[in-house]
């Protein structure tokens, strides 16, 4: 595998259902984000990792629960979403460096999630 | 607070003509500016990006972006569209030292053959 991958790809869950995503990144990088993106809004920031430290929490209601466990991997736990909810949620990494650097962001092919 | 506007939802374009999608940025500082493209089913790859030095920047499949601070835009320019180039395009701006990317709504790229 190579770059950022996702799974699973597409996933439909009702709202009282459990259900997590998941994101690999094989690219060495140190920080990792998950995004929104639905049909009528911007691409939305939800979460921030840095060296596997939460450090944005773009106000996500708390029914998306992150985790970091190393710095290759990131989940999105999802419990009890609202059809509102359904998205595709994408997975990115970049190499974050001191001072006033900025590498770019890699993005995953995203889950497309259907909540009914 | 930054914003990035991309005021097109949709162009259509014929194959062969050339294209430019529009991006304009609020933020105070120079910022760092991206475009991505999006393909059907797929997630965002990097066409290009400015942080410093020459405002026209070269990116790859043959586009070019020009950063205009008086005019806070970083409009996206191909020469020659292809068919195979019909997708979304994302315009973003990063804060200084930070990791944090703001994105435009997106613009939808039609092709006619």
């Known amino acids: ?116 | 607070a930054q914003s990035v506007t991309q005021p097109d939802i949709h162009i259509t374009v014929s194959e062969g003509a050339s294209l430019e999608l529009r991006c304009n940025y609020s933020y105070g500082a120079t910022p760092y500016l991206f475009w991505y493209v999006q393909s059907p089913g797929q997630g965002l790859q990097l066409l290009l990006k400015y942080f410093s030095g020459d405002t026209l920047v070269q990116g790859i499949k043959g586009f070019e972006a020009e950063f205009k601070r008086s005019q806070s835009s970083f409009n996206l320019r191909k020469p020659s569209v292809h068919w195979s180039d019909a997708a979304e395009y994302f315009c973003a701006v990063a804060e200084d030292a930070g990791n944090m990317l703001t994105f435009g709504g997106g613009t939808r790229l039609m092709v006619k053959p």
């Open chain 1, 1 to 116: 595998e190579t770059g950022v991958t996702q799974t699973p790809r597409h996933l439909v869950m009702g709202m009282t259902n459990k259900k997590s995503l998941k994101c690999e990144q094989h690219l060495g990088h140190n920080a990792m984000y998950w995004y929104k993106q639905s049909a009528k809004k911007p691409l939305e920031l939800m979460f921030v990792y840095n060296f596997k430290e939460q450090t944005e929490n773009n106000s996500v209601p708390s029914r998306f629960s992150p985790e970091c466990p190393n710095s290759s991997h990131l989940f999105l736990h999802l419990h009890t979403l609202q059809p509102e909810d359904s998205a595709l949620y994408l997975c990115a990494s970049s190499q974050v460096l001191g001072g006033a650097s900025y590498n770019e962001q890699f993005f995953g092919p995203g889950t497309r999630l259907t909540v009914l």
